[in-house]
């Protein structure tokens, strides 16, 4: 069984920065995309940032050049750099990742979520 485990979420102030990170543990064969997706109450869940076991990278809009994703296959982590926070940032940020496994094949699987609170 696969598992995602995020950590990093808190409260920090406008124009602050939180690293946050995102570990899989299990049978893994193989990882390919993974990504940050977040959700603010009464909203639907967005998609953040994604990089692509080739490396390549996106990004929402409205995190472009504040925001950084990246990721360590080593130790199957994926980070999100979040710099130059805004209040509008304030959500639940859940990791994702499209991993193989030798008993399930491909499948998507989710982190649990961390908050992250933007506020003076």
């Known amino acids: 069984q696969v598992q995602l485990v995020e950590s990093g979420g808190g409260l920090v102030q406008p124009g602050g920065s939180l690293r946050l990170s995102c570990t899989a543990s299990?049978?893994?064969?193989?990882?390919?995309?993974m990504a940050w997706y977040r959700q603010a109450p009464g909203k639907q869940r967005e998609l953040v940032a994604t990089?692509?076991?080739?490396?390549?990278?996106n990004y929402a809009d409205s995190v472009k050049g504040r925001f950084t994703i990246s990721r360590d296959d080593a130790k199957n982590t994926v980070y999100l750099q979040m710099n130059s926070l805004k209040p509008e940032d304030t959500a639940v940020y859940y990791c994702y990742a499209h991993i193989a496994t030798s008993s399930r094949g491909l499948n998507n699987y989710w982190g649990q979520g961390t908050q992250v609170t933007v506020s003076s």
């Open positions: 990089t692509t076991s080739h490396g390549s990278t």
């Open positions: 299990g049978s893994i064969l193989a990882i390919y995309t």
